[in-house]
């Protein structure tokens, strides 16, 4: 069945290091994907989103990057700050209407 | 305010008794989505609204589980005979119509719900 997940359930990283969080998923006609970020007692929060004509997209401090061949998806944050620790969820779009389909979440540590 | 609210933000109710919850979106934004999240989980998506259009329930649980939404504006989540394993928290988001064109969902801060 259609699925979305994540490779490491947590990751640790230093402060001032760049973090990476990957996401696998299986619907290879999905055509639109999303990274939210949500902190502890409060609602997910949207980073960054890419469309599938797309291998690369970048915010500030974000980077995301696509590989449709392989159905794998990335977070790339630069310089990580303690205020970037929380649970990052990636999302899928597939087929018409906006309903998402999410992975299970990667909480990520930063450490002093 | 600007964003989605959600209200109560806490509600602890007894096994069979049944519940409501309660989405504001923001203003304009013509998409309504409910979705639950069990503790350490994803988000389980339950419910979408898209203006008149007939919503999509495909993720509710069991018939148990019914929403509403009036006016096009605020949506209520009610949970009859609740049960132990419906214990979690129920997030909303809205969202302009489409989400290919900006219509990212933004989401509420979440129901907590604990059925004793």
């Known amino acids: 069945g259609e699925s979305v997940g994540l490779h490491l359930p947590t990751l640790s990283v230093q402060e001032g290091d760049n973090s990476i969080i990957n996401c696998a998923y299986s619907?290879?006609?999905?055509?639109?994907f999303i990274w939210y970020k949500q902190e502890s007692g409060k609602g997910p929060q949207f980073i960054i989103d890419?469309?599938?004509?797309?291998d690369k997209r970048q915010g500030q401090r974000v980077t995301v990057l696509l590989n449709k061949t392989v159905k794998h998806l990335s977070l790339q944050i630069a310089a990580t700050q303690p205020g970037d620790s929380a649970v990052y969820f990636c999302a899928e779009k597939t087929g018409g209407g906006n309903k998402l389909t999410f992975g299970t979440g990667t909480q990520l540590k930063v450490e002093l | 305010g600007a964003g989605v609210s959600q209200s109560p933000s806490n509600k602890v109710t007894e096994k069979g008794k049944d519940v409501e919850l309660r989405c504001d979106p923001i203003s304009g934004h013509t998409a309504l989505y409910w979705y639950r999240q069990s503790l350490g989980q994803g988000l389980e998506f339950l419910i979408y609204?898209?203006?008149?259009?007939?919503?999509?329930k495909s993720g509710l649980p069991s018939d148990r589980f019914s929403a509403e939404r009036t006016g096009g504006s605020v949506s209520t989540l009610t949970i009859q005979r609740t049960q132990q394993e419906d214990s979690a928290v129920y997030l909303c988001?809205?969202?302009?119509?489409?989400?290919?064109?900006?219509?990212?969902?933004?989401f509420g801060p979440g129901t907590r719900l604990t059925v004793t």
């Open positions: 609204f898209q203006g008149n259009s007939a919503p999509d």
């Open positions: 619907n290879s006609a999905s055509d639109y």
């Open positions: 890419i469309r599938s004509n797309m």
């Open positions: 988001a809205s969202s302009l119509p489409d989400v290919l064109a900006g219509g990212e969902q933004y």
